[in-house]
Structure formats: structure tokens, C-alpha cells
């Protein structure tokens, strides 16, 4: 069964810097890149950040390169998302998701996402 829980959003002033963890089970987490989207009313859910399956490879959003930062601990079946400087754009609910097609393709199943909202 597989199941993703994502964890560590909330509410941050303009320039505040928050930390997403994402726990993954129910594949070979270390066999498979992971990745971070987002979603905001409305709109379709957009891709964020990816990870390769060794660490040895990321792919970002041009909105959000430079300040945040994925990471992966797969002794621990988690990715991380840093967000730096968060900006009030965006403020939108985030997603984990296993990454079949580089950089951004996944499956259909998601978690339940954590909402992170940067106030003005």
C-alpha cells in the first residue's frame, strides 16, 4: 500500500523560511526519484522541485530556484523541501510524489499535502 505524509507546513511572514518532510512507503524509496508540487485554488497543481534516486541530481521550478532546496534521506524514506525567502505567491498546498518521468511526471496518487500560507 503505498502512502505518502507530508508535514511541516503553516504560516510565515514574507521572507521566513519553512521546511516540508515527506514520508514515502509502500515502493523502494531509494529506487525512485521523488519530487515536490504545489497547488493553489483554481489552479492545476504545478511542479516545484525534483530529486534523482541518489541525490546526485535536481531540477527546479524557475520560480523557486535558488531559494529552495530538496533534499533526501533514504534511510529514513523521506524528502525534505527548505524554503527560503518565501514569498507570499507562494502560499499554496504542497505535495510529494514518486517521479516515474524525469523531472516531473508521477502517478495518480497523492497525499494529503500541507498547506503553507506566507503572509505580507
Known amino acids: 500500500q503505498v502512502q505518502l505524509v507530508e508535514s511541516g507546513g503553516g504560516l510565515v511572514q514574507a521572507g521566513g523560511s519553512l521546511r516540508l518532510s515527506c514520508a514515502a512507503s509502500?515502493?523502494?524509496?531509494?529506487?525512485?526519484?521523488m519530487g515536490w508540487f504545489r497547488q493553489t485554488p483554481g489552479k492545476e497543481r504545478e511542479f516545484v522541485a525534483a530529486?534523482?534516486?541518489?541525490?546526485?541530481?535536481?531540477s527546479y521550478a524557475p520560480s523557486v530556484k535558488g531559494r529552495f532546496t530538496i533534499s533526501r534521506d533514504n534511510a529514513k524514506n523521506t524528502v525534505y523541501l527548505q524554503m527560503n525567502r518565501l514569498k507570499p505567491e507562494d502560499t499554496a498546498a504542497y505535495y510529494c510524489?514518486?517521479?516515474?518521468?524525469?523531472?516531473?511526471?508521477?502517478?495518480?496518487?497523492w497525499g494529503q499535502g500541507t498547506q503553507v500560507t506566507v503572509s505580507s
Open positions: 510524489n514518486w517521479i516515474i518521468r524525469w523531472p516531473s511526471r508521477t502517478g495518480d496518487y
Open positions: 509502500g515502493r523502494t524509496f531509494s529506487s525512485h526519484h
Open positions: 530529486i534523482g534516486w541518489d541525490n546526485s541530481t535536481t
